[in-house]
């Protein structure tokens, strides 16, 4: 299994981007999906997960900017993100908990994504 995150770059201060991560392969289905990030010298954190049934949870940093949504059809999951600010300048990863047949459970990491926001 694959995950491929795309939508990344940069914008001004107050702007929008939408970033999206596709899971690909064969024998697997998707649980809970998720967005981390990790700005420079700083750990990674959790901004904002969705389970299977659509309940979300937002880091406090990010709540009433960003909202996380989900395509089951299409394994994707998106994050928007609007009125972005410098401080949400970091490398955004997805991570996505997965059952794959014969295998089992587990939770995987996409690539990162830059998001740069310049002030």
């Known amino acids: 299994v694959q995950l491929q995150a795309s939508g990344g770059g940069l914008v001004q201060d107050g702007g929008s981007l939408r970033l999206s991560c596709a899971a690909s392969?064969?024998?697997?289905?998707?649980?809970?999906m998720g967005w981390y990030r990790q700005a420079p010298e700083k750990q990674r954190e959790l901004v904002a997960r969705?389970?299977?049934?659509?309940?979300?949870y937002y880091a406090d940093s990010v709540k009433g900017r960003f909202t996380i949504s989900r395509e089951n059809a299409k394994n994707t999951v998106y994050l928007q993100m609007n009125s972005l600010k410098p401080e949400d300048t970091a490398v955004y990863y997805c991570?996505?908990?997965?059952?794959?047949?014969?295998?089992?459970?587990?939770?995987?990491w996409g690539q990162g994504t830059l998001v740069t926001v310049s002030s």
């Open positions: 991570n996505v908990g997965l059952l794959r047949v014969g295998v089992g459970r587990g939770h995987f």
């Open positions: 392969g064969s024998r697997f289905s998707v649980n809970d």
């Open positions: 969705i389970t299977s049934g659509g309940s979300t």
